[in-house]
């Protein structure tokens, strides 16, 4: 078994607690907004303003949610 912090760390972590699960599915969430992000070429704006990168990342949200509420609508089935 390694020895330094980390790598104990990693083999004592309770995997199976609300708490982990919890910080995992926030995790995860930020990590496939990240992907989207990436695929969209949008990743790393070129802003210096605190209020510039708010509106960026507000609109990147509603790029996302966008896309995503298109995504459901063409599968389901169109009314008749």
Known sequence: ????????????LDRDSD???????????????NA???ALGIER???RNRAAIANHNTL???LINL???QRLRE??????
């Open 19 to 33: 708490q982990y699960q919890q910080l995992y599915r926030e995790r995860t969430a930020v990590e496939r907004i």
């Open 45 to 47: 704006p070129h802003l």
């Open 60 to 62: 990147l949200y509603v």
């Open 36 to 38: 989207q992000a990436l």
């Open 1 to 12: 078994m390694p020895t330094s912090i980390g790598a104990r760390l990693r083999y004592t």
């Open 75 to 80: 599968c389901q089935p169109s009314p008749t």
């Open 67 to 69: 896309r995503f509420s």
